[in-house]
């Protein structure tokens, strides 16, 4: 196959579109279950990192869900002034910050837990095909980052 920069600049050849797309479609779905809650996607996806493991450094939960502290921080600064966690300086390295749930962060785990379900059943993907695109889009993610 020859390459064809007049194809190659449609927008239907790109790779790049379907994900912005359908990354943007797939979140929305989580609105309706995260706005009784309070929370937004993003705050959503910091408790998930933290009700899998808490008393993490910020640094941590920034490489596991690949956002930079300037996105992460003020972040975690509102839900801190939500009551939901603590930020607390490390006594071993003063330069990190440890991120602890509270109780009010540890109790919402419970009101969330049919989140998931709930947004798989608006995505109408075979259980199959929710696999194989997790896979790839992992396979994609991780390729992407080398």
């Given amino acids: 196959m020859t390459y064809d ?3 190659a600049l449609k927008l239907k050849n790109q790779l790049c579109f379907p994900l912005y797309a359908a990354a943007r479609r797939v ?5 309706p279950y995260l706005k009784p809650l309070g929370l937004t996607y993003t705050q959503y996806i910091v408790f998930l990192v933290l009700w899998e493991e808490d008393h993490l ?8 869900l690949l956002l930079d502290s300037g996105t ?17 300086r490390s ?3 003063e330069r990190s910050v440890l991120v602890d749930l509270t109780d ?4 919402l ?5 049919q989140i998931p379900l709930q947004a798989a059943a608006c995505v109408h993907l075979t ?3 929710a696999a194989t695109l997790h896979a790839l889009l992992q396979k994609l993610l991780f390729a992407a980052g080398e």
Avoid: F, H
């Avoid at 979140?27 to 609105?31: I, L, M, P, R």
């Avoid at 450094?57 to 596991?64: A, D, F, T, Y």
């Fill in 109 to 113: 785990r419970e009101k969330a837990l």
């Fill in 72 to 88: 992460l921080t003020p972040l975690l600064k509102k839900m801190e002034a939500q009551g939901y966690l603590t930020r607390t």
């Fill in 57 to 64: 450094p910020v640094s941590e939960i920034g490489e596991r």
């Fill in 91 to 93: 006594k071993l390295d």
């Fill in 104 to 107: 009010k962060g540890r109790a």
């Fill in 5 to 7: 920069p007049n194809e």
């Fill in 27 to 31: 979140t929305g779905v989580y609105t």
């Fill in 127 to 129: 259980p199959e095909e």
